[in-house]
């Protein structure tokens, strides 16, 4: 009768694996089709964005404040950006200061359509842009993509500035490996209490460059911009890649140096020290990050090599950028935004800091949560606000996808791949 029992539970057990399984699938591969429509559109000069859109900002631009008047009279403010956001390195937070920006200044933002994403891990195409028609001009691209430059550079005038951000391949991949390892399938049959040690003691058991969704487990930042993320480091090619990134990108941010990165975001375009002003969005709570030893470290950094080639090229030339701008003026740069930052949080943060998303009582500030889990953190608002700066402290404290609604972004697919793993993988 016991063995009866357990067969019947067995059973159970097994269909509705095969269920979760059987959705799961349909899921993902719902949520990873790229649009029907698109169509690469190549070549001709007629197809490329052949207006400067400077016009725009002043004839929107507010009065700048007395304490950056000298900084406005010698330079302009920059509209013309193309920031590509990189995952797991602090873009989030760069994305609510771009669209503060630009909704401020009434700028022309390129959105995709359906998701808030131009249609990841799927090379961007200008088509993937809501409502594009050959020729259109925008002011600002910013949402995930893998990058493609012919394609990106059709939309923005010539004298957009490129931006992006890094982050150091060993903290990315770990992070990368808690958000994502549950939508790669092969990372399911690992075993043991530290998953993320089990992977790096032998990456080749449970890795394939074919298989769904392998790229967020090797070299995701090559990956990110466009490039063949299973190249090795002494590969002529990584150098090669790294070289052309060099050659388009203005500047390039470290998520180690957040404040300094944005400090020179800054002076790089011309703006205020109030239009960086920022509160830390999709912050993981501390709990949730796996402490690597050296060991492990060094295996992360091998498995990533391409990624740290492009990190240590690049975190040069911040420093060299830094020591241009001037190590003292910097310093206290950074000190007044940090004072800046620390009033705006005193005013619009509830308890001062971030919390749980379980302790999170408005929807409007609830963060993005990996597949079955609950980690990152939110803010909750304070009640009584100065009308006059209940605006700015909403702005500030919302995140990505309630942003893009806000907006006006349609998120259909987004929004039922979320209902759909909320829904199955309950936490």
């Keep these: ?70 900084q406005s009279e010698q330079c302009s403010p920059t509209v013309n950006i193309m920031f590509m956001k990189t995952h797991k390195t602090a873009s989030s937070t760069i994305l609510n200061i771009l669209f503060r920006f630009g909704e401020k200044h009434k700028l022309k933002f390129a959105f995709p359509d359906g998701r808030n994403d131009f249609f990841y891990p799927a090379p961007f195409l200008c088509s993937q842009v809501k409502g594009y028609r050959p020729g ?29 951000i890094l982050r150091d391949p060993v903290d990315l991949f770990e992070s990368s490996f808690h958000y994502y390892h549950r939508a790669v399938p092969l990372t399911w049959r690992i075993s043991g209490e530290s998953k993320l040690a089990e992977f790096l003691n032998n990456p080749q058991t449970f890795y394939s460059p074919e298989a769904f969704n392998s790229f967020y487990l090797k070299n995701l930042l090559f990956f990110d911009f466009g490039f063949d993320n299973n190249l090795e480091a002494d590969d002529p090619r990584v150098m090669r890649g790294i070289n052309n990134l060099s050659k388009r990108f203005h500047l390039v941010l470290i998520s180690e140096y957040f404040e300094e990165s944005l400090i020179l975001l800054k002076d790089t375009l011309c703006w205020t020290m109030e ?14 990050v796996s402490r690597l030893t050296p060991e492990m470290r060094a295996k992360a950094l091998r498995w990533n090599g391409a990624d740290w080639s492009l990190y240590q090229h690049f975190n040069a030339t911040f420093w060299a950028r830094v020591e241009a701008y001037g190590r003292e003026r910097m310093k206290q740069e950074v000190n007044e935004l940090r004072r800046r930052n ?44 100065d009308p006059k700066l209940r605006r700015i402290c909403e702005k500030m404290l919302t995140p990505e996808i309630q942003y893009l609604s806000d907006l006006g972004v349609s998120l259909w697919l987004t929004r039922l791949w979320g209902w759909f793993k909320d829904a199955v993988f309950a936490v």
């Design 1 to 70: 009768m016991m063995s009866g029992i357990k067969g019947g539970k067995c059973t159970f057990m097994i269909q509705g694996l095969i269920l979760w399984v059987l959705l799961t699938n349909i899921m993902l591969v719902l949520y990873c089709l790229t649009n029907p429509t698109q169509v690469k559109i190549r070549g001709s000069q007629g197809d490329t964005c052949p207006l400067s859109m400077e016009k725009l900002l002043k004839k929107n631009k507010t009065t700048s404040s007395q304490s950056t008047k000298s």
């Design 136 to 164: 259109d001009c925008f002011n600002i691209v910013c949402n995930h993509m893998r990058f493609d430059r012919q394609e990106v550079a059709k939309l923005l005038p010539p004298d957009a500035v490129y931006i992006t």
């Design 275 to 288: 239009d960086i002003l920022y509160f830390k969005l999709n912050a993981r709570k501390s709990s949730s």
């Design 342 to 385: 620390a009033e705006m949080a005193a005013i619009c943060i509830e308890d001062g800091g971030a919390v749980e998303a379980q302790k999170i009582q408005d929807r409007r500030f609830l963060p993005w949560q990996p597949v079955g889990e609950s980690s990152i953190l939110g803010y909750n608002m304070k009640k009584n606000i």
